[in-house]
């Protein structure tokens, strides 16, 4: 069974949802209203389509455990499965929001960061998505934009799920043949 070690940031969802549903709901007048189907229709699915996308997106968690691996939501797609082996701590840390516009390129946000153990070569990079994520030399700095808010509360909840983790992991690991 899985078990979500941080959540998505739901407040992204309802910015999405506020900026398109007026859209959506424009296009529901124009079909029944006025008769304008294909107008209307149009307008449903560009203001449906990416509140529907920002709320599967919202629902996803960033870290989850399977109890023998964290799962890693950096990509848009399924998640990476890191060996609880390979998870050394993790940090907190500072960084760009990564948001569009001018004004938003000098905001920062609050980060996670997940430092996984240098024994482990085939973790030093993996490419991720640069709006969810950072991967570099064995650090994944996951942006808190995206996250549920982050503090040193929330930090320190992940190092103890990892240390009651990390055990129970390594006794289900594949033992090396003598």
Same mark, same amino acid.
């Given at each position: 069974?899985?078990?979500?070690?941080?959540?998505?940031? /739901?407040?992204?969802?309802?910015?999405?949802? $506020?900026?398109?549903?007026?859209?959506?709901? $424009?296009?529901?007048? =124009?079909?029944?209203? =006025?008769?304008?189907?294909?107008?209307?229709? $149009?307008?449903?699915?560009?203001?449906?389509?990416?509140?529907?996308?920002?709320?599967?997106?919202?629902?996803?968690?960033?870290?989850?455990?399977?109890?023998?691996?964290?799962?890693?939501?950096?990509?848009?797609?399924? /998640?990476?499965?890191?060996?609880?082996?390979?998870?050394?701590?993790?940090?907190?840390?500072?960084?760009? @929001?990564?948001? /569009?516009?001018?004004?938003?390129?000098?905001? !920062? @946000?609050? @980060?996670?960061?997940?430092?996984?153990?240098?024994?482990?070569? !085939?973790?030093?990079?993996?490419?991720?998505?640069?709006?969810?994520?950072?991967?570099?030399?064995?650090?994944?700095?996951?942006?808190? @934009?995206?996250?549920?808010?982050?503090?040193?509360?929330?930090?320190?909840? $992940?190092?103890?799920?990892?240390?009651?983790?990390?055990?129970?992991?390594?006794?289900?690991?594949?033992?090396?043949?003598?």
């Amino acid at each position: 069974m899985t078990e979500v070690w941080l959540r998505g940031n /739901p407040r992204v969802f309802l910015l999405v949802l $506020l900026v398109t549903l007026p859209i959506a709901l $424009l296009g529901g007048w =124009l079909a029944v209203a =006025l008769g304008k189907h294909a107008v209307g229709g $149009l307008l449903i699915g560009l203001g449906g389509l990416p509140a529907v996308l920002a709320a599967v997106y919202a629902r996803r968690p960033r870290l989850a455990c399977d109890g023998r691996s964290l799962l890693m939501y950096v990509r848009w797609r399924a /998640p990476l499965r890191v060996p609880l082996s390979a998870v050394e701590a993790f940090l907190m840390g500072q960084g760009p @929001t990564y948001l /569009p516009g001018e004004r938003a390129s000098h905001w !920062e @946000t609050t @980060t996670v960061v997940v430092k996984l153990a240098e024994r482990y070569p !085939e973790w030093s990079r993996v490419t991720v998505s640069s709006l969810l994520a950072h991967w570099c030399n064995h650090y994944v700095t996951i942006h808190g @934009t995206w996250t549920e808010p982050l503090s040193v509360e929330v930090v320190n909840r $992940l190092n103890a799920r990892l240390a009651a983790a990390a055990p129970r992991a390594a006794m289900h690991a594949p033992q090396a043949a003598s």
